[in-house]
């Protein structure tokens, strides 16, 4: 009986014990919740104040070269003030601070800097930029303040500058702080609000090689933000320098000699698609709008009705003209409609059902075969030989020399232009293609819409016996080409007729610079005002090197508004060229 007692007192107080072990490790666990879960941020953000700041160390972007070893791109040591958002959340910190930099001349209003602490919030511990581009003598006067001291810190940073300003924006580009949008589109931990990032040309296109690699500093506070140790450090590592093919000096010509134009200028080794001179007028200043502008200044900008930000020799599209004639004479050779002899008469125009197409010389030109008609660039001829090849196969031509396409240059903005057809027209009007639209398209004119280096690459293929290149500024980037298979003979025929334009028909102020150059004019229809003119030519022409292109909007003729801007732009790079001296010297 004693024993019964004993084992029933010995059970109760087992169980006991059990629920009491429970309701213990009921307790911790909801602890546990209540301190990781419930309060875990609220207890991360108060140890952090009393233990942990992080900063991250821009690194140096990588500098941007031309050909020759000129600075286009490069960096300075600016200053920008920082905090902690954990501090400025802290009684009336961000008032206080934003009376501070409105007194020193720093336009901010309380507002506006909390817009910006939140653009730029990863964590409590880690920094923001409250203001930028600050010079030592501004931090001086800034951290002189005593009430601001362990509050606001100064930062060494990297900003950049380009040495060449308008000369070479277009192409170098210029850098600005990432955007909220751009944030999410890279969707990349390496960046955050702040970061500045490549927004157009060389700067943007290689963003990951000019970048470098952010460094972090981590050390460990006291309660009043007094340093007690360094906790980890990392390095930030400068940008990979890139060095482009761009000559700077070749360039300052083309700004020079398109003064007051509207229009771009083009020129690239045909060997290999590199490009040596890529200007569009009017241009910009990069500088100011890199250290940062007004709203107001960016809508003037933006809102210019000459349009300097855009990059005319990739994003403007004009009706080729006369240099179009080229590619309805290679497709007509190759597709046997026509030989080197075949002749064409011209009195002035051309008749097509009950519709009359004039040639530019009213007078005529009398009996023409190949050569002839691109030496006079005779309208008539090439009217003629639109209608015999038809559409399909001048369109099947246009498309292998790359009429329609992005020519890959490594910039940003490239635009295709517009290839046109029948389909198109089709979903565009919802008309059919007539054979006057054919006759249109033959010379150049009707839909079909170009870009300078569009016309350029095709150029450059007739100059270097029949490749189409990839144009690129990038010294390190890829030599890519693509065989046209188009054989020697019908090469010749072209060029022979370019070499009688300059040599005697409308291209002859191309050849007064001193160097052999074979080339075409064209003057393309502007429905908004005066004629486009055009003219684009290879150099020397028994040996070809370098293919420039020009096009001055409302230019009016392409024979003495273009012509001498490439006739002068070759003949620079030809008598700088050592090798080619080498070559002609005795």
Same mark, same amino acid.
């Given at each position: 009986m004693t024993k019964g007692f004993e084992r029933f007192y010995m059970d109760r107080r087992l169980r006991h014990l059990q629920v009491l072990m429970v309701a213990l490790l009921a307790l911790l666990i909801g602890g546990l919740f209540h301190f990781q879960v419930l309060k875990g941020d609220q207890y991360v953000e108060l140890a952090s104040r009393n233990r942990l700041r992080v900063m991250r160390i821009s690194p140096p972007r990588g500098i941007i070269r031309d050909a020759n070893g000129v600075p286009l791109a490069v960096n300075v040591r600016t200053f920008d003030l920082k905090a902690y958002p954990m501090d400025l959340a802290r009684d009336d910190n961000l008032k206080?601070?934003?009376?501070?930099?409105?007194?020193? &001349?720093?336009?901010? !209003?309380?507002?506006?800097?909390?817009? #910006?602490v939140e653009e730029q919030y990863v964590a409590p511990y880690r920094a923001v930029s409250l203001a930028r581009n600050l010079t030592l003598a501004q931090v001086v006067d800034l951290m002189g303040e005593d009430q601001f001291r362990g509050l606001l810190f100064p930062m060494p940073v990297w900003r950049r500058v380009y040495p060449s300003g308008e000369l070479a924006a277009h192409v170098v580009g210029y850098v600005g702080e990432i955007t909220r949008d751009e944030l999410e589109?890279?969707?990349?931990?390496?960046?955050?609000?702040?970061?500045?990032?490549g927004k157009i040309g060389i700067e943007a296109v290689y963003e990951e090689e000019l970048r470098g690699e952010v460094g972090e500093e981590a050390v460990e506070v006291d309660s009043r933000g007094r340093k007690l140790r360094d906790v980890s450090h990392r390095e930030p590592k400068r940008g990979k320098d890139i060095t482009l093919t761009l000559d700077l000096s070749a360039q300052r010509l083309a700004s020079e000699l398109m003064a007051g134009q509207r229009g771009a200028v083009v020129a690239m080794d045909v060997r290999d698609g590199s490009v040596k001179v890529l200007f569009s007028s009017p241009s910009f200043d990069p500088n100011p709008i890199s250290w940062g502008i007004s709203s107001k200044e960016w809508g003037a900008l933006m809102g210019d009705r000459q349009r300097p930000m855009m990059n005319r020799a990739v994003s403007g599209t004009y009706p080729p003209a006369s240099t179009f004639k080229v590619v309805t004479a290679i497709a007509a050779l190759e597709e046997g409609v026509v030989t080197q002899s075949t002749t064409v008469y011209c009195p002035g125009s051309f008749t097509l059902g009950n519709r009359t197409f004039n040639c530019w010389k009213k007078t005529g030109h009398g009996t023409e075969?190949?050569?002839?008609? +691109?030496? !006079?660039?005779? !309208?008539?001829?090439?009217?003629? =030989?639109? $209608?015999?090849?038809?559409?399909?196969?001048? +369109?099947?031509?246009?498309?292998?020399?790359?009429? &329609?396409?992005?020519?890959? =240059?490594?910039?940003?903005? #490239?635009?295709?232009?517009?290839?046109?057809?029948?389909?198109?027209?089709?979903?565009?009007?919802?008309?059919?293609?007539?054979?006057? !639209?054919?006759?249109?398209?033959?010379?150049g004119q009707g839909f079909l819409l170009m870009t300078p280096i569009q016309v350029l690459r095709i150029y450059a293929a007739i100059a270097n016996g029949g490749y189409l290149v990839t144009p690129h500024l990038n010294a390190a980037a890829p030599h890519l080409e693509r065989d046209l298979r188009i054989p020697k003979f019908g090469l010749r025929a072209m060029q022979r007729g370019l070499e009688e334009v300059v040599n005697s028909g409308t291209g002859?102020?191309?050849?007064?610079?001193?160097?052999?150059?074979?080339?075409?004019?064209?003057?393309?229809?502007?429905?908004?005002?005066?004629?486009?003119?055009?003219?684009?030519?290879?150099?020397?022409?028994?040996?070809?090197?370098? =293919?420039? =292109?020009?096009? $001055?909007?409302?230019?009016?003729? &392409?024979?003495?508004?273009a012509a001498p801007i490439v006739g002068q732009v070759l003949a620079y790079l030809v008598k700088n060229d050592n090798s080619l001296l080498r070559r002609v010297s005795p």
């Open positions: 206080r601070v934003a009376d501070l930099l409105s007194r020193k &001349g720093i336009p901010v !209003d309380q507002d506006s800097l909390a817009e #910006e589109d890279l969707a990349d931990p390496r960046y955050r609000g702040g970061d500045m990032i075969d190949l050569t002839r008609a +691109l030496r !006079d660039s005779c !309208d008539v001829y090439f009217y003629q =030989v639109g $209608v015999w090849l038809g559409i399909d196969r001048l +369109l099947k031509w246009s498309s292998i020399l790359g009429v &329609g396409e992005r020519t890959g =240059v490594d910039l940003t903005g #490239e635009v295709q232009g517009n290839i046109a057809g029948p389909k198109w027209k089709s979903a565009r009007f919802k008309e059919p293609w007539y054979k006057g !639209d054919t006759v249109n398209y033959s010379i002859k102020r191309a050849a007064a610079y001193g160097v052999t150059v074979a080339g075409k004019t064209g003057t393309a229809q502007n429905p908004h005002g005066d004629d486009h003119a055009w003219f684009v030519g290879y150099a020397p022409r028994e040996n070809p090197r370098y =293919v420039a =292109v020009a096009i $001055v909007e409302a230019g009016r003729h &392409g024979s003495s508004a």
